[in-house]
């Protein structure tokens, strides 16, 4: 597969950093492809941690629950993690761990139960750009009036989509019973009759991976080792080919078109551990990181977290940020506001100094290298398409395969000009699609 290769060795698994959680939090009511969930609240109502606070009304949208006890301030205006204007529900208020509602043996529950549960818990599939993970995953007969094509394999990444984030690797090591039980669980509902398992052939395979296939009488789970240093196989497409040779027809394509259901080890121990407690998932794992903040490791946040508010709860910053990113460095997205709720689809924080950035402003003109070509995972020709971009010549642009580009960021990275092509790419997808609507 085409990318490239970190230079310096794997990057190691990140140790957790305890902070205190804010008092404020900002929740988005889209943080994923899709539709907007819909407010079940007011401004003045009291709410407790873990209650409804806006509902799904289809599948292309997920519910969200309060990650505070405390009280609605406002519906406000915000952008998501992923850069997306977004209405708001502010709660204000202290967080705290939603009581336990049920006990029920998630073995003895049916296809049909465990489908209400994922609804419920409201998860996100993997990637830059998530979709809600149950729209990925039904089975036929578990998707209702909606044809879907059958899933004949659940692939679960315990990669992470670049290597600067951990969450999944994090997750991957630690003895949760969490993990088999969404596993087996995000099986039943996807009707797959197997499971493989990625994971980076660089580190020892984690102890609770080990266990879970052991465990699997039916033999039907196996573990693949592959490359983590080899960027960009933690993303979904070459995520896929990578692990099961597969190609999931490009521009549009899904996973399910190729018969499989992806996850992350971090959606399935949410699932495992909302049907261990019978509450949902208030709180999110990031990957932080970057010279300003001055430590990596990952953090808990409670869902609509700020920026600011995470930064100040790491203890602010040690050096001049010049640029915010939620997300990884490579896919991730700047921010300039630091008031930006981190939710769903945040996945990290990195605020890097200038001496980390390419300075904007600063790039050249293409020299015709070629050198983004031969990195490119999707056979793309980038340099040109982001002429085309920069121009404003979109359509042309499109012609060319512009949203085949799955922004994995590796033709950004080799470039020697400089150029800011990911950005020109997400430039000229937003126009043509604001065009359409
Ligand atoms: S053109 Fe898109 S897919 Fe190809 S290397 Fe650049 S960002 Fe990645
Ligand atoms: S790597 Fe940069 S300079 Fe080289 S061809 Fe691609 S866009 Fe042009």
């Known amino acids: 597969m085409r990318g490239i290769t970190l230079k310096k060795k794997n990057a190691p698994v990140l140790e957790r950093i305890e902070i205190t959680p804010p008092g404020t939090v900002v929740l988005p009511l889209i943080q994923h492809l899709g539709e907007p969930a819909e407010p079940t609240v ?42 997306q204007e977004t209405e708001a529900v502010v709660i204000e208020g202290t967080h705290t761990i939603p009581s336990k509602k049920t006990s029920a043996d998630p073995g003895s529950l049916s296809p049909a139960q465990l489908t209400t549960a994922l609804r419920e818990a409201g998860l996100l599939g993997p990637g830059p750009f998530p979709s809600p993970l149950i729209r990925d995953l039904l089975a036929p007969e578990q998707a209702g009036s909606r044809p879907v094509k059958r899933i004949d394999t659940l692939l679960v990444s315990a990669l992470d989509p670049e290597p600067s984030l951990g969450v999944n690797r994090y997750l991957a090591g630690i003895e949760s019973e969490a993990l088999g039980v969404g596993i087996a669980s995000l099986k039943a509902v996807s009707g ?77 121990v949410s699932l495992g551990e909302t049907l261990l407690t019978g509450a949902p998932p208030v709180t999110t794992l990031l990957t932080v990181g970057g010279g300003a903040l001055g430590k990596a490791g990952i953090v808990e946040v409670p869902l609509g977290t700020t920026i ?18 939620v997300g990884g460095p490579l896919t991730g997205f700047a921010h300039y506001d630091p008031s930006v709720p981190l939710g769903k689809d945040a996945g990290g924080l ?52 512009l949203f085949t580009c799955i922004e994995c960021g590796c033709c950004d990275y080799v470039c020697p000009s400089r150029r800011p092509l990911v950005h020109l790419f997400r430039h000229a997808k937003h126009q043509l699609m604001e065009k359409e609507q």
């Open 192 to 268: 797959a009759e197997q499971v493989v398992i990625a994971t980076d052939k660089n580190l020892p395979l984690p102890e609770p991976l080990r266990a879970i296939v052991a465990a699997d009488e039916e033999e039907t789970t196996r573990i693949v080792r592959l490359n983590g240093r080899r960027y960009p196989t933690g993303l979904p497409i070459p995520l896929i080919k990578a692990a099961l040779v597969r190609e999931v027809p490009l521009p549009y394509g899904r996973p399910r078109d190729v018969g499989v259901a992806l996850c992350t080890v971090s959606a399935a």
């Open 350 to 401: 990195f605020a890097l100094t200038e001496q980390e950035i390419t300075v904007v402003g600063s790039y050249r003109e293409c020299i015709n290298c070629g050198r983004c070509v031969a990195v490119c995972p999707v056979n793309l020709v980038p340099g040109m398409l982001s002429m085309y971009c920069a121009k404003d010549r979109f359509e042309e642009a499109a012609a060319r395969g």
């Open 308 to 325: 600011e508010d995470l930064v100040s709860a790491l203890g602010g910053f040690v050096r001049q940020p010049a640029k915010l990113i």
């Open 42 to 83: 007011k401004p003045g109502d009291k709410v407790k941690s873990g209650q409804l606070i806006a509902a799904a009304p289809t599948d292309r949208s997920v519910p969200l629950y309060s990650p505070l006890t405390g009280t609605v301030s406002a519906l406000t205006t915000t952008f998501s993690s992923r850069g």
